[in-house]
């Protein structure tokens, strides 16, 4: 008999950002229990957890909306402690503004985080030293809206998505200079190859969530080669894709966005989404299944067996098993109005 995946997570904490909440909220990763919920400055967009200072971080990207549609760009990240559920500092990266997408080299202690430009200076990526807290310096990536930022394991090279932008930022992290342009019709979410070959790439951008088949580059997930800096391959897909994760077996999960053809809300008229499964090493797509609208942000439990997917417009996060490829379970994610559910981290107990 298979065992449930649920065996063994008791202790094991699920973080959820309501982005228009504005809260993270912590969920029983056994049971699903509600914990309790922190209230975070608006507008929260990502979380990244450091298990070795044991603090949850959280960007706040914008005082209102989202990327294309907002009304002005904060800030802050805040540290949460995740046992207590209480937030521990609210950092201020002014004048650096626009904070969202987060990596973490526990080894070398630094949080690396994507930063909108201005009229008078491109995108980058803001370094903090995870013990004191304190930005160390910035990383130009000569782009205006790096957006998803992901490290190869080694901690040497770093890789920024950026929608508008015709290319991936890559930078050398040692130096902290812009190193290469990887040619992409705008990109969104991403991941790097667990031994640091290869980046996965969802492309192309999904601003103007066209509804319409056929039209503009094909979508998909860009596979970037480390040595050349270039695209060697697509995984294809049917939808355009904004979040990207690689679980620790090796499994590439994509969060495609469907669309109807009339527009009800800021944010368009959506289907259900998809969550499509490829392998990393052979690039073979491995099967799919619905989940709610507009898929934000995945991730996975550390051994690779149960999938998260944020879905903004529903406020659910479907929680999958991916060796069958069923729904687990949903949580529905509270929210005082559009949108909802969006930056998840999965807390191992403390040891």
Same mark, same amino acid.
């Given at each position: 008999?298979?065992?449930?995946p649920?065996v $063994? =997570?008791?202790?094991?904490?699920?973080? /959820? @950002?309501?982005?228009?909440?504005?809260?993270?909220?912590?969920?029983? &990763?056994?049971s699903?229990?509600?914990?309790?919920?922190?209230?975070? *400055?608006? !507008?929260?967009?990502?979380?990244?957890?450091?298990?070795?200072?044991?603090?949850?971080?959280?960007t706040?990207?914008?005082?209102?909306?989202?990327?294309?549609?907002?009304s002005?760009?904060? +800030? !802050?990240?805040t540290?949460? %402690?995740?046992?207590?559920?209480r937030i @521990?500092?609210v950092?201020?990266?002014?004048?650096e503004?626009? *904070?969202?997408?987060l990596a973490? %080299?526990?080894a070398?202690?630094r949080?690396?985080?994507?930063?909108?430009?201005s009229?008078? #200076?491109?995108g $980058?990526?803001?370094v903090?030293d995870?013990?004191?807290r304190?930005?160390l310096?910035?990383?130009?990536?000569?782009?205006? $809206?790096?957006?998803?930022? &992901?490290?190869? *394991?080694?901690?040497r090279?770093?890789?920024?998505?950026?929608?508008?932008?015709?290319f991936?930022?890559? /930078? %050398?992290?040692? =130096?902290?200079?812009?190193?290469?342009?990887?040619?992409?019709?705008?990109?969104?979410?991403l991941a @790097?190859?667990?031994?640091?070959?290869?980046?996965f790439? &969802? &492309?192309?951008?999904?601003g103007?969530?066209?509804?319409?088949?056929g !039209? $503009?580059p094909?979508t998909?997930?860009?596979?970037?080669?480390?040595?050349?800096?270039?695209?060697?391959? +697509?995984?294809p897909?049917e939808?355009?894709?904004?979040?990207v994760?690689l679980t620790s077996?090796?499994? /590439?999960?994509?969060?495609e966005?469907?669309?109807?053809s009339?527009s009800?809300s800021p944010?368009?008229?959506?289907?259900?989404?998809?969550l499509?499964?490829?392998s990393?090493?052979t690039?073979?797509?491995?099967?799919?299944? !619905?989940v709610?609208?507009?898929?934000?942000?995945?991730?996975?439990?550390? %051994?690779?067996r149960?999938?998260?997917?944020?879905?903004v417009?529903?406020?659910?996060?479907?929680?999958v098993d991916?060796? +069958?490829? #069923?729904d687990?379970?949903?949580?529905d994610?509270?929210?005082?109005g559009? *949108?909802?559910a969006h930056?998840?981290?999965?807390?191992?107990?403390p040891?």
């Amino acid at each position: 008999m298979q065992q449930s995946p649920r065996v $063994g =997570r008791e202790g094991d904490v699920l973080a /959820v @950002v309501s982005q228009s909440g504005p809260t993270v909220s912590f969920f029983d &990763a056994a049971s699903d229990r509600h914990l309790g919920s922190v209230d975070v *400055p608006a !507008e929260p967009h990502e979380l990244c957890f450091d298990p070795t200072q044991r603090l949850l971080w959280c960007t706040t990207a914008y005082h209102s909306g989202y990327y294309h549609a907002n009304s002005g760009r904060r +800030t !802050e990240l805040t540290a949460i %402690d995740p046992d207590t559920r209480r937030i @521990v500092e609210v950092v201020d990266l002014a004048p650096e503004h626009g *904070p969202h997408g987060l990596a973490l %080299d526990t080894a070398r202690r630094r949080l690396y985080v994507s930063v909108e430009g201005s009229a008078d #200076r491109s995108g $980058g990526v803001v370094v903090l030293d995870t013990e004191t807290r304190r930005p160390l310096g910035r990383i130009d990536t000569d782009a205006p $809206g790096p957006h998803w930022f &992901a490290i190869d *394991p080694a901690g040497r090279t770093g890789y920024a998505t950026n929608k508008e932008a015709p290319f991936v930022s890559v /930078v %050398d992290l040692e =130096r902290g200079t812009l190193t290469a342009k990887v040619e992409v019709p705008g990109s969104e979410g991403l991941a @790097v190859s667990a031994d640091g070959t290869h980046a996965f790439v &969802a &492309a192309p951008y999904a601003g103007s969530f066209s509804a319409t088949p056929g !039209e $503009g580059p094909a979508t998909g997930i860009r596979v970037i080669e480390a040595r050349t800096a270039s695209v060697v391959g +697509t995984l294809p897909t049917e939808g355009l894709v904004m979040p990207v994760h690689l679980t620790s077996t090796g499994k /590439v999960l994509a969060g495609e966005t469907r669309m109807v053809s009339d527009s009800a809300s800021p944010l368009g008229h959506h289907a259900p989404g998809r969550l499509t499964v490829f392998s990393a090493d052979t690039r073979e797509r491995l099967g799919s299944l !619905e989940v709610g609208h507009l898929p934000l942000t995945i991730t996975s439990s550390p %051994d690779g067996r149960l999938a998260y997917v944020s879905c903004v417009v529903s406020s659910t996060v479907h929680i999958v098993d991916l060796e +069958t490829l #069923r729904d687990a379970a949903r949580l529905d994610i509270a929210r005082r109005g559009e *949108p909802g559910a969006h930056g998840l981290a999965y807390i191992p107990r403390p040891a």
